[in-house]
């Protein structure tokens, strides 16, 4: 079976990550050591928290070769939540920092005062959504369009290519990329592991490439 490690650089919710491939079927190992992605057939960057602190985790932890090394060689990557966003070129989070590059484009702020019937919205956006889908991509194979994710985030990414988009959701009057997929690289701006059943098939997915 294919080894899948989950990257451990001090900011992502590591265990529900892993019990969520377990209850598929999957053993994926949690690993601090860089080491572990060149050995590893598929890599998992997870994330909470601030971008710029994100970023800096995996440059001063010495991922950020590994993981551009494991892309270069065509092996599947999964992004989750900040996980996506770091993929992308830069973030205006706290600042302008940089980001992988994995993904030409940049990382923005839901925008102020977004209503939706006469309500002001709260950003973070936090909860239930439903996804629409821009194309058949592995990662949501037997997903059907309007199924309810949860998500958890102030910011998302805007890729320079949109056909890069695979899913997307919409909140107030802003209709974001939910999910990507280009070659090998896939991510979800929503938590698989917290959204059920739907979660635990675009685990099952990943696990399956």
Excluded at 48 to 57: E, I
Excluded at 71 to 84: E, H, N, S, T, W
Excluded at 96 to 108: A, D, F, N, Y
Aim: net charge neutral.
């Amino acid at each position: 079976m294919s080894t899948i490690v989950i990257i451990d650089y001090g900011m992502g919710n590591l265990r529900s990550a892993q019990k969520g491939f377990e209850k598929v079927g999957y053993a994926a190992k949690v690993s601090a050591d860089p080491a572990d992605i060149a050995r590893a057939d598929k890599v998992v960057l997870p994330g909470v928290g601030a971008f710029r602190d994100c970023m800096g985790n995996l440059r001063s932890g010495g991922f950020v070769e590994p993981i551009l090394e494991h892309v270069a060689q065509g092996k599947p990557l999964l992004g989750i939540c900040v996980g996506l966003q770091l993929f992308f070129s830069e973030s205006e989070e706290f600042g302008h920092h940089q980001g992988l590059g994995i993904i030409p484009g940049k990382v923005v702020r839901f925008p102020a005062g977004m209503r939706l019937e006469g309500e002001e919205l709260k950003v973070p956006h936090m909860g239930w959504n439903s996804l629409s889908f821009t194309r058949e991509a592995p990662l949501f194979k037997g997903v059907e369009p309007g199924s309810y994710v949860y998500f958890v985030h102030s910011y998302y990414g805007i890729p320079q290519d949109p056909s890069v988009v695979a899913a997307q959701a919409t909140y107030g009057d802003v209709t974001f990329c939910a999910g990507i997929w280009k070659d090998n690289v896939m991510a979800t701006q929503f938590h698989p592991e917290k959204s059920q059943q739907v979660g635990l098939r675009i685990l099952k997915n990943f696990g399956e490439l």
